[in-house]
Every structure is written in structure tokens, then in C-alpha cells.
């Protein structure tokens, strides 16, 4: 199937009103089909009559009925009702649904996902951790959320270049040199090497707070750095080495690769001919010793772009990256994801770039603080947990809860269902929630069993393993493809009817960048799955009505298993 119903539903509606109306000048996007989210409306609804009533002065009732009656409706729909004062409900046909259900049974690794990204790169910038800090629990956004936006694309059948652009060039490295040669403790760096980085920066720096000749000497050494200095770029370089093992170790355990990993550091030498360019073509001017860009006309703050002292900065590199970006992957767009406070600066890059020529697509996909229920983060009053001991922490707890859930599975088999337990669930509890608002994390919700939750949803797929291992030891002599799936019960339809609208909850959270729509339509999956299974018999149904239940309860799994899996997430058959 090369469209969604959505799609193949409002391509249907537009061709109805255009021929019902030839002279109106329809335009496409006010003429659209959604799937429905209340029962009694249909399976999916059209809302245009309403919106064209003033344009073609006739009562919207009036106009429903004239487009349903002016083209046939595609064979996917049996039904069509119009309903109040001009709403199109569209219900599709049993026989089609089953035919459906059947094919994407034949091709369940994509369940009719349609490869919609065909032809297109998009480069992808997300986690961007910072050389000589730790990653912590408010680091996890970014790359969880950049990670799926990651995978959604790829299955959508884009080239996607990933790109960890680590922060790791920068005034402090000056400040952290000072540091390493004065604060050092090779013992604590061996134990605990990002720790102990941290740690002598924090002490150069409250060195440097009360002496200026400090300060200046971390200058100096960033300058020697800047400039090739032997010895400061080997230290620089072990800052790099240390950092990475750390940040690798996490990955690992996340699950998260990249195409690429390159710092600001890998741009630095662009940076001088990207000055030269703009101050050129007028796009940089120069104010008070620095060179910066009026954005004016875009309602944003001035942007600098080389401070007084000569010295390029944040925007400098980004600007120079786009730049390098643009002419390595011609992409037909450049994807940030950073959290809210950076929305200005990106604004300031994309109005400065887009003066400069570059036509790609450039979007940042902002996201909202992560805190703990008592407040935001903060070093100061001891609450930012590392990443490391919150993924420790994760493990910890579903290690109890699968121990308690199935006592006789094999030592070894809990600890690795235990790992895709707890690192689902703090992925989850991240990814349920909308992008752009704030998130106050809690493990109460994070490892909850019977609410909005990766163990939950991991539970619903490990039952219907069960349901197929129990169905396959009763009846080994029997092959479920040979028996027809069936939608007999109002529950059977139901879940027939959402499983239909996957492509349509993927193609929707990746273009909107929002993984929560995705999570959203797995959860009223699962909870559509848990009334069926309530509400009939399953290996107590007679023949052929058995199979086709069991089948469903397989395309039921592999949607989960799908889903999951593009959000980072396992799927274990046992919990």
C-alpha cells in the first residue's frame, strides 16, 4: 500500500467535492479525512462541508451529500454516513478489513508502512553531550527523542545522517588545562575519569573567580590550544578519549548509534573563511570591536558572530557546520533537537543562514526541562542524578519486579529482561510525554504495570506471546495460515480497525516530530487488545474462530513488537 488510508480518503474526498463543485477552486489541504477517535463516527471523518459552506453559500449538509454522490467511494469503504450537519463518516467494509489484515500478515515487519522518505536525506543533530561533564538524568531527552526521530525516519525510508556533534572545543578548555596540570589526582581519574574532569574544572574555576593572573593564563593556554600547541592538545585530546568512554558506555546501554560523531572542533577551521564571507556580503557588520549580524526584519536580537577580542563562538561554529553539512550531504533538511532554551539562537542561525544562500530545510525540535517532582535540577542543591546511576537505578527495580513476576525464569534470563524492562521504561516515561512540555520524572509512573508505561505495554506483548506458546502446544498439528482471519465480534473489528491506523500514528509522529503521538497510538492498542481479550474466548472458541483470534492477537504483537522497537524499546516474549 503506497498511501495511508488518511491519505487514499482524502485524495477520495477532494477528487468528490471537486467534481461535485468544479467552479469552487478547492484548496486540497481544507479537504481532508482523519480517523476517528470516538466510536459511533465512523472509522474515519471528513469535516470539509463545514468549512466550505461560506464559500459556496449552501447549507454543509447539502454539500456532504452532493461530494458523497458525485464520485464513488474507494472499495477499503462499506459505509458512508452523513451525520449532523454535514459530517462525513466513512466506515470501512469487513470483507476489505480482513483482506487487509491478511496482507499485512504476509509482510508483518512493516505493517503497511509505506516508505515515504524515499529519496530524501535528512541529517539528524541530537544528545550533543559537552567533553569533561557527565551525562545526566536532564541529558536523556535529547537523545532518546533524537534517537527515535532517528529510527522513525530510517523506517519511513529516508537516508538519515546521525550526528552526536559533541560539544568539545571552547573557552573552557583553557580553564580545565589550568586545572589538570594544578588540581589533578591520576587516581581519582583512573577510577572515575569524568568525575574527577569535573571536578578540577570546578577548582580552576573558583581559582580563576578570585585571581585574575589565573584567568589569564587560562586564556593564554585556550590560545595555545586554538593554535596547535603540542602538549595542550594532547592534553585536550586525553579530555576527548576519557569523555567518549563514558559517553559510549551510556549509548551502549541505551541502545543509540550514530552516523557520526563530530565536535565543534571538527569546524574550526571553516570558521575563519565564514567570517571572511560575511563580513562580504555585508551580512556582518561590525559593532563595538565585534562583528555581528542585525536580524531586525526577523524580530530576533542581535547576533554576534566573532567577539571583540577576535574569538569565534557557538554561532560561528553552527554556522559553519550547516555549511559543511549542506555541501558533504546536500540533505533536504538539517534536524536539531536541544532543549527550549536554545530556541532564540536557532532562530538567530537559521535567519543568518538562510542570508547566506543555504535553501535546505532547517528545523529545531525543541523539547521541555526534565525534574524531579520537587523541582528542576540543580548541582548546587545535589539533585542532578548522573545518567549512569539512573540507568543503574532502572535495572535495579525491574529486576524485583521480574523476579517477582516469574520466579522460576533462569537467573541469566532475568537480568536480560530485567535491562529491557528498566531502560524502557525510563525511555517511556520521556517519549509518552510532548516533546515541548516540561516533565517531572517519578519511578511510581515510569514502572508502572497497569498505566501509560513501557512495562506495561511490554506486559500486554509478553501475554499474547503466551497466548500463541499456550495455542501452539494445544494444537501443534494445526497451521494458523491456513485458517482466514475473521471480524466477527464489535471488539474483533475494533482492534482491527486500530491496527489499520499505524501507518497513519508513524507517518504523523514523524512529521511532527513528536514520538509521544506514536506512544499514544500503542497504548490504545494495547488497551483495545486487553478488552478483546476480555471479551471473547480465545482457545475455548470453536475451530476456525480460534485461529482467526489467535492470528489477530499475532498482528496485535507485532504492532507492539514494531512500535517498540522504533522507539528504542524490547519487546521481551517473557516478563
Same mark, same amino acid.
Request: proline share 5%; net charge negative.
Given at each position: 500500500m503506497l498511501q495511508t488510508l488518511e491519505q487514499e480518503f482524502s485524495d477520495w474526498a477532494f477528487a468528490a467535492f471537486s467534481a461535485a463543485f468544479p467552479d469552487a477552486a478547492l484548496v486540497r489541504d481544507e479537504v481532508s479525512v482523519v480517523a476517528t477517535s470516538e466510536k459511533g463516527f465512523g472509522d474515519y471523518q471528513c469535516n470539509a462541508a463545514m468549512g466550505l459552506a461560506r464559500v459556496l453559500k449552501q447549507a454543509p449538509r447539502a454539500i456532504a451529500e452532493a461530494a458523497v454522490q458525485a464520485i464513488e467511494a474507494?472499495?477499503?469503504?462499506?459505509? &458512508?454516513?452523513?451525520?449532523?450537519?454535514?459530517?462525513?463518516?466513512?466506515?470501512?467494509?469487513?470483507?476489505?478489513m480482513s483482506t487487509r489484515l491478511e496482507q499485512l500478515s504476509a509482510e508483518p515487519d512493516r505493517m503497511g508502512v509505506p516508505e515515504a522518505g524515499a529519496g530524501r536525506t535528512v541529517v539528524l543533530d541530537y544528545s550533543s553531550p559537552n567533553i569533561a561533564k557527565r551525562m545526566h538524568i536532564g541529558h536523556i531527552r535529547s537523545t532518546v527523542i533524537g534517537n527515535v526521530l532517528d529510527r522513525m525516519h530510517r523506517?519511513?525510508? %529516508?537516508?538519515?545522517?546521525?550526528?552526536?556533534?559533541?560539544?568539545?572545543?571552547?573557552?573552557?578548555f583553557g580553564i580545565l588545562i589550568m586545572g589538570y596540570r594544578e588540581f589533578l589526582d591520576e587516581d581519582a581519574l583512573g577510577r572515575d575519569p569524568v568525575g574527577e574532569l569535573e571536578? &578540577?574544572?570546578?577548582?580552576?574555576?573558583?581559582?580563576?573567580?578570585?585571581?585574575?593572573?589565573?584567568?589569564?593564563?587560562?586564556?593564554?593556554? @585556550?590560545?595555545?590550544?586554538?593554535?596547535?600547541?603540542?602538549?595542550?592538545?594532547?592534553?585536550?585530546?586525553?579530555?576527548?578519549? @576519557?569523555?567518549?568512554?563514558?559517553?559510549?558506555?551510556?549509548?551502549?546501554?541505551?541502545?543509540? /548509534?550514530?552516523?557520526?560523531?563530530?565536535?565543534?572542533?571538527?569546524?574550526?577551521?571553516?570558521?575563519?573563511?565564514?567570517?571572511?564571507? @560575511?563580513?562580504?556580503?555585508? &551580512?556582518?557588520?561590525?559593532?563595538?570591536?565585534a562583528q555581528v549580524v542585525f536580524l531586525e526584519e526577523e524580530e530576533l536580537p542581535v547576533c554576534i558572530v566573532q567577539k571583540s577580542d577576535g574569538a569565534s563562538n557557538y554561532a560561528t561554529t553552527d554556522l559553519a557546520t550547516i555549511q559543511s553539512r549542506v555541501e558533504e550531504f546536500?540533505?533536504?533538511?538539517?534536524?536539531?533537537?536541544?532543549?527550549?532554551?536554545?530556541? /532564540?539562537?536557532?532562530?538567530?542561525?537559521?535567519?543568518?543562514?538562510?542570508?547566506?544562500? +543555504?535553501?535546505?530545510?532547517?528545523?529545531?525540535?525543541?523539547?521541555?526541562?526534565?525534574?524531579?517532582?520537587?523541582?528542576?535540577?540543580?548541582?548546587?542543591?545535589?539533585?542532578?542524578?548522573?545518567?549512569?546511576?539512573?540507568?543503574?537505578?532502572?535495572?535495579?527495580?525491574?529486576?524485583?519486579?521480574?523476579?517477582?513476576?516469574? !520466579?522460576?525464569?533462569?537467573?541469566?534470563?532475568?537480568?536480560? +529482561?530485567?535491562?529491557?524492562?528498566?531502560?524502557?521504561?525510563?525511555?517511556?516515561?520521556?517519549?509518552?510525554?510532548?516533546?515541548?512540555?516540561?516533565? #517531572?520524572?517519578?519511578?511510581?509512573?515510569?514502572?508502572?504495570?497497569?498505566?501509560?508505561? #513501557?512495562?506495561?505495554?511490554?506486559? +500486554?506483548?509478553?501475554?499474547?506471546?503466551?497466548?500463541?506458546?499456550?495455542?501452539?502446544?494445544?494444537? !501443534?498439528?494445526?497451521?494458523?495460515?491456513?485458517? !482466514?482471519?475473521?471480524?466477527?465480534?464489535?471488539?474483533?473489528?475494533?482492534?482491527? #480497525?486500530?491496527?489499520?491506523?499505524? !501507518?497513519? #500514528?508513524?507517518?504523523?509522529?514523524?512529521?511532527?516530530?513528536?514520538?509521544?503521538?506514536?506512544?499514544? %497510538?500503542?497504548y490504545e492498542l494495547s488497551q483495545n487488545y486487553n478488552r478483546f481479550y476480555q471479551g471473547v474466548p480465545f482457545l475455548k472458541a470453536e475451530e476456525g474462530t480460534r485461529e482467526s483470534r489467535v492470528r489477530l492477537c499475532g498482528l496485535v504483537a507485532k504492532t507492539l513488537q514494531v512500535g517498540l522497537g522504533l522507539m528504542g524499546i524490547e519487546a521481551p516474549e517473557r516478563i
Open positions: 474507494p472499495k477499503s469503504v462499506g459505509r &458512508i454516513e452523513i451525520a449532523g450537519p454535514g459530517f462525513i463518516n466513512l466506515y470501512l467494509d469487513e470483507g476489505w523506517f519511513l525510508g %529516508y537516508r538519515v545522517i546521525s550526528d552526536n556533534h559533541i560539544g568539545d572545543w571552547g573557552t573552557q571536578r &578540577i574544572y570546578v577548582a580552576s574555576s573558583e581559582r580563576g573567580a578570585s585571581d585574575e593572573e589565573w584567568m589569564n593564563q587560562a586564556r593564554e593556554e @585556550l590560545r595555545k590550544l586554538q593554535q596547535g600547541d603540542p602538549e595542550n592538545t594532547e592534553i585536550w585530546t586525553r579530555f576527548l578519549d @576519557l569523555s567518549r568512554g563514558e559517553f559510549d558506555a551510556i549509548y551502549e546501554q541505551l541502545g543509540v /548509534t550514530f552516523d557520526l560523531e563530530r565536535g565543534e572542533s571538527y569546524y574550526r577551521e571553516r570558521v575563519p573563511g565564514l567570517l571572511d564571507s @560575511l563580513k562580504e556580503e555585508g &551580512i556582518a557588520r561590525e559593532s563595538e570591536g546536500n540533505p533536504d533538511a538539517i534536524v536539531y533537537v536541544t532543549d527550549k532554551r536554545q530556541q /532564540t539562537h536557532f532562530k538567530q542561525i537559521f535567519a543568518i543562514a538562510s542570508k547566506m544562500g +543555504v535553501s535546505t530545510r532547517l528545523e529545531h525540535v525543541w523539547f521541555g526541562l526534565m525534574s524531579l517532582p520537587e523541582g528542576a535540577f540543580s548541582t548546587r542543591d545535589g539533585n542532578v542524578i548522573p545518567l549512569t546511576a539512573l540507568l543503574s537505578e532502572a535495572q535495579r527495580r525491574a529486576q524485583k519486579l521480574v523476579e517477582g513476576s516469574s !520466579p522460576g525464569m533462569s537467573p541469566e534470563e532475568q537480568e536480560n +529482561v530485567a535491562r529491557a524492562v528498566g531502560i524502557g521504561a525510563v525511555k517511556y516515561a520521556d517519549l509518552s510525554q510532548n516533546p515541548q512540555s516540561d516533565v #517531572a520524572f517519578t519511578w511510581e509512573k515510569a514502572m508502572s504495570m497497569d498505566g501509560n508505561s #513501557a512495562p506495561y505495554l511490554q506486559y +500486554v506483548y509478553a501475554r499474547i506471546s503466551s497466548v500463541c506458546d499456550k495455542y501452539n502446544d494445544q494444537f !501443534p498439528q494445526l497451521d494458523l495460515e491456513n485458517f !482466514p482471519i475473521l471480524l466477527i465480534e464489535a471488539v474483533e473489528r475494533q482492534v482491527a #480497525a486500530h491496527l489499520l491506523r499505524f !501507518p497513519e #500514528a508513524l507517518l504523523r509522529a514523524c512529521r511532527q516530530y513528536r514520538p509521544n503521538l506514536l506512544a499514544d %497510538y500503542l
